[in-house]
């Protein structure tokens, strides 16, 4: 039985529904936007030699505040052809490596997703097992495996494929080894969850009516997939133009992404402002593929009602 006293005390607490509601929103103020801000800021400040090592935006001069934003690394991104080249690579590498993994993650969830209800999870598991390794070790495993005496060449060489090691360490083609490699679960998984949901009697009616098997998968399967391909495509995606780990460890001195100039403007130049500049522009790159996943999420909450 509540007191007068328990009564008026939960007048001033939140509800449950605003609970469950408002936390998300201030995981994503304290974790994203506060630091975006912040990162924002710096983006309009400039280069200094000191601790913080750029300028405040707020500055006194005749006996007033004024406010002063630099936009001049904003318009050195612009012009500098060596940004543009990043950006425009990065785009390239992030895009490749989205349709790689969906030319190889489609087969696989929709082999999973047609396979024996038992041996489902045993499947999913295989595709979910690289994540109980750190994300480092696994891509520091692929130097032993695509260097020039590692254990592909090696393979390749003693079966007669080849006769002269592939160049794959440090390259183009070692980054795109290691993004399939890396980001292919998260394109298996939304598209296990559309398919597996998928009703197979379509199909059979399609059979019944005379349509070959590639008809009944383009006009039947693949439109009530199309939900899954777009998340799974963007989950690699996002991700995949802002990588650091891998074009850092596994690409040459001439592979170009904007994680690596990052990581050399924030802590081999120590120019805070310029790589500010390129993370608030790599994120505005980002708002449209993130647009487009929150409304393909938002419909097919929709449709699932």
């Keep these: 039985m509540s007191t007068p006293s328990s009564t008026g005390l939960s007048r001033f607490l939140p509800s449950g529904r605003a609970i469950v509601i408002g936390a998300p929103y201030l995981w994503l103020l304290a974790f994203f936007a506060l630091p975006f801000l912040l990162v924002l800021k710096i983006s309009f400040a400039e280069l200094k030699l000191g601790i913080p090592p750029y300028t405040s ?10 406010v002063v934003l630099q936009l001049k690394h904003y318009v050195y991104l612009l012009q500098d052809s060596l940004y543009l080249a990043t950006y425009i690579s990065s785009l390239k590498m992030a895009a490749v490596s989205t349709a790689l993994c969906l030319m190889i993650g489609y087969p696989i969830a929709y082999f999973i997703a047609r396979s024996n209800p038992a041996t489902r999870n045993l499947l999913m598991m295989g595709v979910m097992l690289p994540f109980w390794t750190s994300f480092l070790i696994r891509v520091y495993a692929w130097i032993g495996i695509l260097k020039d005496d590692g254990l592909l060449n090696h393979a390749l060489m003693a079966i007669g494929l080849i006769h002269t090691p592939l160049r794959l360490y440090h390259s183009d083609a070692g980054v795109y080894i290691g993004m399939v490699y890396s980001y292919l679960p998260f394109m298996v998984m939304p598209l296990y969850a559309h398919l597996v949901k998928m009703d197979l009697t379509l199909l059979e009616a399609a059979y019944d009516l005379g349509a070959k098997p590639w008809v009944a998968f383009t006009r039947i399967t693949l439109p009530l997939s199309r939900n899954g391909i777009i998340a799974g495509s963007l989950l690699v995606f996002i991700p995949a133009v802002g990588e ?7 690409g040459g001195a001439n592979t170009l992404m904007l994680g690596r100039v990052m990581w050399d403007e924030f802590f081999n130049n120590m120019d805070w402002p310029m790589a500010s500049a390129v993370t608030v522009t790599m994120v505005l790159l980002l708002l449209v593929p993130m647009a487009v996943l929150q409304y393909y999420q938002v419909k097919e909450l929709e449709e699932g009602k």
Excluded at 57 to 66: K, P
Excluded at 244 to 250: C, Q, R
């Design 57 to 66: 935006m707020l500055q006194a001069q005749d006996g007033a505040v004024h």
């Design 244 to 250: 650091y780990v891998i074009p850092e460890l596994l």
